[in-house]
């Protein structure tokens, strides 16, 4: 199985690393925000895509552009991530495509889901939360991946 993991900068990467040993196996090809990061998974494939957020919709769209033709080109069975922007265009694009997909939501969103986790919800085959009082009928809770 061919594994595509995005994240972005910051503690949505360190988290996807953390998920890491569940992708054993698997093919698996990383996407990220920053260059530097290909060295934390050397040995596979990595992929960097520009930054974005809600705030600089030119970017956004520089953003979109750059996960469509990776997906188009890696051609996943599956796609995780931990967030925030790329992954979770990465998610709409998988469902354009046919391909399954898990959203597992930031450890830091205590209280609610992230507001890109709420919009994953929508597009993603699976939507895990880290906190067990934030899991409902569609999302799950198994725990979380900073322990």
């Known amino acids: 199985m061919k594994i595509l993991a995005i ?3 910051g503690g949505h990467w360190i988290q996807l690393l953390r998920l890491q040993p569940s992708f054993e196996g698997h093919e698996v090809v990383f996407m990220s925000t920053k260059t530097s990061f290909a060295s934390t998974v050397s040995g596979y494939k990595f992929l960097v895509v ?3 957020n809600r705030k600089n919709p030119f970017k956004m769209l520089s953003t979109v552009l750059s996960v469509f033709k990776h997906i ?3 051609k996943p069975h599956i796609i995780i991530t931990t967030g925030a922007a ?3 265009i990465g998610i709409v694009i998988g469902k ?3 391909i399954k ?3 597992v939501d930031s450890i830091a969103n205590v209280q609610t889901i992230s507001m890109s986790g709420k919009i ?3 597009f993603a085959t699976k939507i895990y939360t880290q906190w067990p009082d934030l ?3 569609g999302t799950i809770y198994r725990g979380n991946v900073l322990s």
């Open 7 to 9: 994240a972005s900068a």
């Open 50 to 52: 520009p930054d974005a």
């Open 72 to 74: 188009k080109a890696v």
């Open 86 to 88: 790329p992954g979770l």
């Open 96 to 98: 354009l495509f046919g």
């Open 101 to 103: 997909t898990a959203w």
């Open 120 to 122: 994953a919800r929508y």
């Open 135 to 137: 899991a409902t009928k």
